[in-house]
């Protein structure tokens, strides 16, 4: 079926994108047959382990995973997993989405192009995490060195960031993560700056939620299937 097949796809680059971040702080995780894990907890905001098929169980996320302390994460990406037995509450919810290759993309303003330095890259994490720095240093020079991988800035007549996205690029789709536009910035405006710059012969997946869905709609992305994140007490 198309949709389990593209599924299968975006699950697999999600995946693929939190090794790549992993690897950028020292990390490396493993890929099972059904989940991909981390023994050694995550950077910020990445989960501990991914579940890749949907019949990953809990023991298969769970047990390559550290516990020691609070704060471990499993992204259920096929929102089939009960983790609550095990001390876990439900994060957030999202859905997978899905945008067909060979659509055109919308019409841009502002100047984007991919970030190549560590010096474009430290402004781009700036504006990314509101300033706040602490949350910046996620996003490490070895990045840039990754060729799955290309930071997106958008740029306005003055040269200030207005938003910016992350690709990660794979032989079937391309990912894109990590979205955000600066106060005054029309979301819509960096996801057809983003999609200019994505390849147009194969399909652009991700995955949002609440308001941040609406925009990517708007943009020519379907809804694909639920997903859902866990944290561990």
Same mark, same amino acid.
């Given at each position: 079926?198309?949709?389990?097949?593209?599924?299968?796809?975006?699950?697999?680059?999600?995946?693929?994108?939190?090794?790549?971040?992993?690897?950028?702080?020292?990390?490396t995780g493993t890929f099972g047959p059904r989940a991909w894990t981390s023994a050694v907890r995550t950077p910020l905001y990445y989960p501990d382990a991914v579940t890749l098929t949907k019949d990953a169980t809990v023991e298969d996320v769970l047990t390559g995973i550290? $516990?020691?302390?609070?704060? &471990? #994460?499993?992204?259920?990406?096929? +929102?089939? *997993?009960?983790?609550?037995?095990?001390?876990? $509450?439900?994060?957030?919810? &999202? #859905?997978?989405?899905?945008?067909? +290759?060979? *659509?055109?993309a919308p019409a841009a303003t502002g100047d984007w192009r991919p970030v190549r330095t560590p010096e474009e890259l430290a402004a781009w994490a700036l504006a990314w995490s509101d300033g706040d720095a602490d949350e910046a240093a996620l996003f490490r020079p070895e990045l840039l060195a990754d060729p799955a991988t290309t930071v997106i800035a958008g740029h306005g007549p003055d040269g200030r960031i207005l938003g910016g996205a992350v690709l990660t690029t794979s032989t079937r789709v391309t990912g894109?993560?990590?979205?955000?536009?600066?106060?005054?910035?029309?979301?819509?405006?960096?996801?057809?700056?983003?999609?200019?710059?994505?390849?147009?012969?194969?399909?652009?997946?991700?995955?949002?939620?609440?308001d941040d869905l609406t925009p990517a709609l708007a943009t020519g992305f379907e809804e694909l299937a639920p997903l859902r994140v866990w944290l561990a007490g």
């Amino acid at each position: 079926m198309i949709i389990d097949d593209v599924l299968g796809d975006a699950v697999r680059d999600n995946a693929d994108w939190c090794q790549a971040m992993c690897r950028a702080h020292g990390l490396t995780g493993t890929f099972g047959p059904r989940a991909w894990t981390s023994a050694v907890r995550t950077p910020l905001y990445y989960p501990d382990a991914v579940t890749l098929t949907k019949d990953a169980t809990v023991e298969d996320v769970l047990t390559g995973i550290d $516990r020691t302390a609070p704060g &471990a #994460s499993v992204k259920d990406s096929h +929102a089939r *997993l009960d983790l609550t037995s095990e001390g876990f $509450r439900l994060l957030f919810e &999202a #859905s997978w989405i899905h945008r067909p +290759a060979g *659509l055109p993309a919308p019409a841009a303003t502002g100047d984007w192009r991919p970030v190549r330095t560590p010096e474009e890259l430290a402004a781009w994490a700036l504006a990314w995490s509101d300033g706040d720095a602490d949350e910046a240093a996620l996003f490490r020079p070895e990045l840039l060195a990754d060729p799955a991988t290309t930071v997106i800035a958008g740029h306005g007549p003055d040269g200030r960031i207005l938003g910016g996205a992350v690709l990660t690029t794979s032989t079937r789709v391309t990912g894109v993560s990590n979205l955000f536009a600066v106060d005054g910035t029309d979301p819509a405006h960096v996801w057809a700056g983003t999609l200019g710059l994505s390849p147009a012969d194969r399909p652009a997946v991700g995955y949002e939620s609440g308001d941040d869905l609406t925009p990517a709609l708007a943009t020519g992305f379907e809804e694909l299937a639920p997903l859902r994140v866990w944290l561990a007490g």
